[in-house]
C-alpha cells in the first residue's frame, strides 16, 4: 500500500490531531487508553470543525472535547512546543477556566460537571508515562474531584513496557516524523484494529485542501502565537536576556548595556509587533515581555 505521510501535517500536528480525534471511536479510545474512562456521549467538539454557528463551543480552548452522559466533560489537547515551567501553569490554568465557563446557577456548585483533562506532551519526557494531577490538602485528602488532569509524556510511553497496548500504539503514532517510520508503524500494527484506523483515517486527513485553511483558524492561530512566544523567550534567555525579562527589566533601556544587547531587545520587540499584527492580545504581549511605557510608544500600543 501506498505510505500516507506528509511531512508539514505530522499525525502529532495540531490539525491533523484535532480533525482525527474530532472521530468518537478514536476520542473514545485514545481517552480510555489515557485515563480507563469509558466515553458516553452524544458528540465530540473539534476545533477544526468549530463555526460561528457553535462558537460557544470554543471557550473552553482544547483540541477536542466532549460532554459524557453525566456531564463531564472530557478534553484532549496536543501540546507540540513548550517549557516545563510555563506548560504547567498552562495546564492548570486550562483546567480552571473548564470549570469557571460554567454557568452556576443561583448558587448551585455541587451541580458543576467534573473536567477531565488529558494533555498529549510530544516534546519532552517525564519519569512517569502518564501524571494524575488533583488537588489534595495539607492532610494529602483529596479536596475536591471536580477536576484532573492526566498529562502523557509521549517518549517515556515509549520507553515504559508496563502501559497498556493502546497507548503504546497512540504513542508511537504520535511519534512518527518520517516516511520511513510511517511505513514501520504501518507493517507493526496495520493488522491491528486501532492501528488501522489511526492509518487509514490519517491518510484521509493528509489528503484534505483545507489544512492550511483551518490552521488559519482563530485557535490554531492562537496556538501558533503561544509557541512563536515561547521561542522568543527561549531565544532571548540563550542570548542572556531571561532575567531582565523576568524581573520586568528591559534590556534596551538598563544603562551600561552593551550595544548588542539592545539590539537583542529590538529584535524581541520586532516579535513583539509581529505577533499583535497576527491579532494577539496586546496585554498579554505587554505582560509576558515586560513592555516598558517607553517601548509602547514605539510599538504604539
Known amino acids: 500500500m501506498e505510505i500516507p505521510f506528509r511531512k508539514d501535517y505530522l499525525p502529532r500536528n495540531d490539525v491533523v490531531f484535532s480533525i482525527m480525534f474530532g ?11 489515557v485515563t480507563g474512562h469509558t466515553l458516553k456521549a452524544k458528540e465530540v467538539i473539534s ?11 470554543n471557550y473552553i480552548r482544547f483540541d477536542t472535547f466532549a460532554k459524557d452522559e453525566n456531564g463531564t466533560i472530557y478534553s484532549m489537547d496536543m501540546q507540540n512546543t513548550y517549557s516545563e515551567i510555563l506548560i504547567k501553569n498552562r495546564t492548570v490554568y486550562y483546567a480552571c477556566r473548564s470549570v469557571s465557563g460554567q454557568t452556576v446557577k443561583k448558587g448551585e456548585y455541587d451541580k458543576l460537571n467534573k473536567v477531565v483533562i488529558s494533555f498529549i506532551m510530544t516534546g519532552k519526557s ?26 502523557v509524556y509521549i517518549p517515556t510511553v515509549n520507553q515504559n513496557e508496563s502501559v497498556n497496548e493502546e497507548l503504546k500504539i497512540f504513542s508511537e503514532f504520535f511519534s512518527v516524523s518520517a516516511e520511513e517510520q510511517m511505513e514501520q508503524f504501518i507493517q507493526a500494527h496495520f ?7 489511526l492509518i487509514l483515517l490519517y491518510g484521509k486527513v493528509i489528503c484534505r485542501n483545507d489544512l492550511n485553511l483551518i490552521q488559519e483558524g482563530e485557535y490554531f492561530d492562537m496556538k501558533i502565537s503561544e509557541q512563536d512566544i515561547m521561542e522568543a523567550k527561549i531565544e532571548a534567555r540563550e542570548k542572556g536576556l531571561a532575567e531582565g525579562l523576568a524581573e520586568g527589566r528591559a534590556a534596551g533601556r538598563a544603562e551600561g548595556r552593551a ?6 531587545r529590538i529584535s524581541v520587540l520586532d516579535k513583539v509587533k ?17 513592555i516598558t511605557v517607553e517601548e509602547r510608544q514605539m510599538l504604539a500600543i
Open 274 to 290: 509581529s505577533l499583535i499584527k497576527k491579532g494577539f492580545d496586546a496585554e498579554t504581549l505587554i505582560e509576558t515581555f515586560n
Open 259 to 264: 550595544e548588542g544587547r539592545a539590539e537583542e
Open 47 to 57: 476545533q477544526a470543525s468549530v463555526t460561528p454557528d457553535n462558537v460557544e463551543h
Open 191 to 197: 493488522e491491528n484494529d486501532l492501528g488501522k484506523k
Open 126 to 151: 517525564n519519569t512517569l508515562p502518564v501524571e494524575i494531577v488533583r488537588l489534595y490538602n495539607q492532610n494529602n485528602e483529596l479536596y475536591t474531584d471536580l477536576f484532573t488532569l492526566y498529562n
Open 23 to 33: 472521530n468518537m471511536e478514536l476520542f473514545a479510545a485514545l481517552l480510555k487508553a
